[in-house]
């Protein structure tokens, strides 16, 4: 199965700054079946990002998403303080599908 | 708006078997979609545990050893997980999630804790 390793574990910042998250595969994954979500405590993961950049629905724009092959990078360009959460990337393009073990953004 | 919602014991002894009911409302189940079980440990990560279409195909994780079955019941509008011969490992928060044509997991229920203990 395909392992994704996140990058840092934890990374702490302030409101305003800009976070870069990162997710690296064992093997090359598709563009096409790499995700990140958020997590906060107590509740589901949500979307926000599919296919490698593009923003699910409802996403604001400083959610982006990048890269390609086995580098992929999730930005937020200015922290909100409800940004502050858990991050995992996953993807979807071999079986079985698989997750990252996650990054833990923390003010 | 697809709404999705997990229902089943939130106890099970060790070496039972684990049942969860994924409910789909506003939405049909018969949909182009696959339909998964995630599971997250308490404060541990993601982990994806099987799939089914309407037409009854599935799939599951090696990792869990065929321990695993998933059924659809189309009339009720809702799919079903079964977990057999489950410890204390398999105590979690099990999600149903749907695959969304953007190949990820675009809706998920809240998720119901399950705790296996005797």
């Known amino acids: 199965e395909i392992v994704l390793t996140q990058s840092p574990g934890t990374l702490s910042l302030s409101p305003g700054e800009r976070a870069t998250l990162s997710c690296r595969a064992s093997q090359s994954v598709s563009s096409s079946y790499l995700a990140w979500y958020q997590q906060k405590p107590g509740q589901a993961p949500r979307l926000l990002i599919s296919g490698a950049s593009s923003r699910a629905t409802g996403i604001p724009d400083r959610f982006s998403g990048s890269g390609s092959g086995t580098d992929f990078t999730l930005t937020i360009s200015r922290l909100e303080p409800e940004d502050f959460a858990v991050y995992y990337c996953?993807?979807?393009?071999?079986?079985?599908?698989?997750f990252g073990q996650g990054t833990k953004l923390e003010i | 708006q697809v709404q999705l919602q997990e229902s089943g014991p939130g106890l099970v002894k060790p070496s039972g078997t684990l049942s969860l009911t994924c409910a789909v409302s506003?939405?049909?189940?018969?949909?182009?979609?696959?339909w998964s079980w995630v599971r997250q440990p308490p404060g541990k990560g993601l982990e994806w545990i099987g799939e089914i279409y309407h037409s009854g195909t599935t799939s599951d994780n090696p990792s869990l050893k065929s321990r695993v079955t998933i059924s659809v019941d189309k009339s009720k509008n809702q799919f079903s997980l079964k977990l057999s011969s489950v410890t204390a490992a398999d105590t979690a928060v099990y999600y149903c999630a749907r695959l969304g044509v953007v190949m990820a997991f675009d809706y998920w229920g809240q998720g119901t804790l399950v705790t296996v203990s005797s």
């Open positions: 996953q993807q979807y393009g071999s079986s079985p599908p698989t």
């Open positions: 506003g939405g049909s189940i018969s949909s182009s979609n696959w």
